[in-house]
């Protein structure tokens, strides 16, 4: 079991880590400006469930594999980096499709389907890779055996702080996306603007790989 005091210096450090914007954030962000709210937290949901790959990864001992190989942590970073650059461009395309989209929440684009893109954010995002890979273990205590239900622990406690604070960061966007609404001229502002801040993101990943 982990010790209450380790489990809320954890708390605190997720905290610190989730709360400045990164890929996950900046994706559910860009997602509510292009489809709104519904889309915006689906998104979230699929970012939290893929955050839980590196987690078990981590738990089960792959974790250390992954931090330890430049080569294995580089493919996942550019297959990430990718994804988003290319889900970024397909945004920027359809925006002209917008209106419809703005008045439905984008019956084009199934829940399934945003869960799933949201999911290979999440599994692929460095930044929560790093985090599990190099910071979770810290707060286990291998004197308590069990190191890996530890950190699977430790681990919901992340996602826990993930998906409230992404899911306010996602909420606050799609309440701005009304403003846009607003104005037929402003559709597609909203679709260029959410696609290039996934482009963004994508950029920075494979850039930084830490972004």
């Known amino acids: 079991m982990v010790p209450l005091s380790h489990a809320a210096a954890f708390a605190v450090a997720s905290l610190i880590i989730i709360v400045i914007p990164g890929p996950n954030v900046l994706f559910a962000i860009g997602r509510a400006l292009t489809l709104g709210r519904r889309s915006a937290v689906l998104s979230v949901a699929g970012a939290v469930a893929g955050s839980f790959v590196p987690l078990v990864a981590v738990s089960v001992g792959l974790g250390a594999v992954l931090m330890a190989s430049a080569t294995l942590f580089l493919i996942v970073k550019v ?30 684009i199934g829940g399934s389907r945003v869960l799933r893109q949201g999911f290979i954010v999440g599994a692929t995002n460095p930044k929560t890779i790093v985090f599990f890979g190099a910071v979770l273990p810290q707060f286990a205590v291998p004197a ?5 239900a530890q950190m699977l622990i430790l681990g919901a406690i992340f996602l826990t702080i993930q998906a409230l604070s992404d899911g306010c960061w996602a909420l606050l966007a799609a309440t701005a996306r009304s403003w846009f609404v607003r104005s037929p001229r402003r559709l ?24």
Do not use: F
């Open 188 to 211: 597609e502002t909203v679709g260029s603007t959410g696609g290039l801040m996934i482009i963004g993101v994508g950029a920075g990943m494979a850039l930084t790989g830490t972004t």
């Open 144 to 148: 308590d055996g069990a190191l890996p």
């Open 79 to 108: 297959v990430g980096a990718a994804y988003l650059i290319y889900l970024g461009i397909a945004t920027i395309r359809q925006r002209k499709e917008l209106a419809a989209a703005l008045r439905s929440d984008a019956p084009g």
